[in-house]
């Protein structure tokens, strides 16, 4: 899909039953490129994905001097890695509205040494990352805001990192620790990050610590409340294989729940380092049967067609919370989603955006502090989906395009940010 478009959906005229291969993770994606940039050596990089959020990537890499070779039909890329020093002293890097590569970065263009510009789309301005600058300012880091502090575009005069202690008492995102994280090996003295307060999304600090860890640098992790990254370390060049994207598995193995089908989606299981592959348990809570193998995952819908509503703390996976919530409308009791309040600076405010589409469909829903209540009382009716330029929006609102007749994705196009075949394959579960 290269054009804005609208996506008329079709319902499923019987149980889906479908085995799948997905495009590979998009965290796992951009944390490998960025890592491979900085090693020393040449590293392989397989099962790449190829949508917006990582092609920004690539491209500011590639405008830090990094020379980068794709072959988008086997997915793979292959980097000769900089040994920690970015070949480019000036660089003016646009990230659309990905946020893995603007705070990943911003760390990055700390450690250089030169004059670093960054910048993205009229969301990604609304979206802080103030924390994040404060933390690298503490190790050292000279940045400014070209507009409004604590947001992008932001100007970074990059003179190495001398490294230091950085105290979060609280963060907005997982993706400030990560950036922090990723960045630490380069510094000139060891960096310990110190998280008093509430870690969302704690598996994809994990995860940035297990790609860490394959590309050769050590860190030391404590109960994911203190990390401590021993300096003037080099990342090692490596081959990596991506993962199938857990989070784009959720839609497919929700639809196997609303129709009482089955989904399998293969490389995918219990040796995943992706914490959303844990959808799977919130779905089995929801009535559903699911059988995982190390790297396959089966997940077959409620053998009586009924769907139980659930009571969930999602902040280890918040980007399930959209897929949960369209799925509850078809429940047979309320749902209430708890302890994702960073939903509201994500690509959309997405309790807001929630709540309205839903509201739409005759769905009664209540916006928390932290989160949102479902309460379906009859059968949801159809309707247009505004996207608000999320991706999982459109994703997660398809679902009700399987049980109601008359579904309409607005600027489904959307869906290119990190899955631009998401429709394709969505159009196969029908046929």
Same mark, same amino acid.
């Given at each position: 899909m290269t054009e804005s478009t609208d996506v008329n959906l079709r319902p499923a005229a !019987?149980?889906?039953?479908? +085995?799948?291969?997905?495009?590979?993770?998009?965290?796992?994606?951009?944390?490998?490129?960025? /890592?491979?940039?900085? =090693?020393?050596?040449?590293?392989?990089?397989?099962?790449?994905?190829?949508?917006?959020?990582?092609?920004? *990537?690539?491209q500011a890499l590639r405008q830090l %001097?990094?020379?980068?070779?794709?072959?988008?039909?086997?997915?793979?890329?292959?980097?000769?890695?900089?040994?920690? !020093?970015?070949?480019?002293?000036? =660089?003016?890097?646009?990230?659309?509205?990905a946020g893995t590569a603007i705070r990943f970065l911003t760390a990055a263009c700390c450690t250089g040494h030169g004059a670093y510009r960054l910048d993205g789309v009229r969301r990604m301005r609304e979206r802080p990352i103030g924390a994040l600058v404060d933390a690298l300012r503490d190790l050292g880091a000279n940045i400014g805001y070209e507009e409004q502090e604590g947001y992008c575009p932001l100007t970074i005069r990059g003179r190495g990192l001398r490294g230091g202690q950085i105290r979060f008492s609280t963060t907005l995102s997982s993706q400030y620790v990560s950036a922090l994280l990723l960045a630490s090996p380069l510094a000139a003295n060891d960096v310990m990050?110190?998280?008093? %307060?509430?870690?969302?999304?704690?598996?994809?600090?994990? *995860?940035?610590?297990?790609?860490? !860890?394959? #590309?050769?640098?050590?860190?030391?992790?404590?109960? *994911?409340?203190? #990390?401590? @990254?021993?300096?003037?370390? /080099?990342?090692?060049?490596?081959? #990596?294989?991506v993962e199938p994207d857990a989070s784009a598995a959720s839609y497919? #193995?929700?639809? &196997?729940? @609303?129709?009482?089908?089955? @989904? +399998?989606?293969?490389?995918?299981?219990?040796?995943?380092?992706?914490?959303?592959?844990?959808?799977?348990?919130?779905?089995?809570?929801?009535?559903?049967?699911?059988?995982? %193998?190390?790297?396959?995952? +089966?997940?077959?819908?409620?053998?009586d067609g009924k769907l139980r509503g659930v009571d969930e703390d999602l902040n280890d996976m918040p980007d399930m919370a959209q897929t949960l919530a369209v799925l509850a409308a078809f429940a047979d009791g309320p749902t209430r989603i708890r302890n994702v309040t960073n939903l509201r600076i994500k690509e959309t405010d997405r309790l807001f955006a929630l709540s309205t589409e839903l509201g739409k469909?005759?769905?009664? /829903?209540?916006?928390?502090?932290?989160?949102?209540?479902?309460?379906? !009382?009859? $059968?949801?009716? &159809?309707? =247009?989906?505004? /996207?608000? $330029?999320?991706?999982?929006m459109a994703m997660s609102f398809a679902l009700a395009g399987l049980r109601?007749?008359?579904? @309409?994705?607005?600027?489904?196009?959307?869906?290119?940010? +990190?899955?631009p075949e998401f429709f394709e394959l969505w159009t196969e579960l029908v046929r």
């Open positions: !019987h149980p889906v039953d479908q +085995t799948i291969c997905l495009p590979g993770s998009k965290s796992l994606t951009n944390r490998a490129l960025l /890592t491979g940039a900085l =090693a020393s050596g040449d590293s392989q990089i397989d099962g790449l994905l190829l949508a917006d959020d990582t092609r920004h *990537m690539l %001097g990094i020379e980068i070779t794709v072959d988008e039909t086997r997915r793979r890329a292959t980097i000769m890695g900089c040994r920690g !020093h970015w070949p480019e002293s000036d =660089a003016d890097l646009f990230c659309g509205n990050i110190d998280v008093t %307060g509430s870690l969302p999304s704690k598996p994809y600090v994990a *995860m940035t610590l297990k790609v860490m !860890h394959d #590309f050769g640098v050590q860190t030391v992790e404590e109960k *994911m409340e203190r #990390f401590i @990254v021993p300096c003037r370390q /080099t990342y090692t060049a490596t081959r #990596f294989d497919f #193995f929700a639809a &196997a729940a @609303v129709t009482g089908g089955r @989904v +399998t989606v293969d490389g995918l299981g219990l040796e995943s380092c992706q914490g959303d592959v844990n959808f799977v348990n919130v779905l089995e809570r929801m009535g559903c049967r699911v059988e995982q %193998g190390p790297r396959h995952t +089966t997940v077959w819908g409620p053998s469909m005759n769905v009664p /829903t209540e916006v928390h502090e932290d989160g949102l209540s479902i309460q379906p !009382h009859r $059968e949801p009716t &159809a309707t =247009a989906i505004d /996207t608000y $330029e999320d991706h999982r109601l007749d008359g579904m @309409v994705i607005r600027d489904a196009d959307c869906v290119n940010k +990190t899955f």
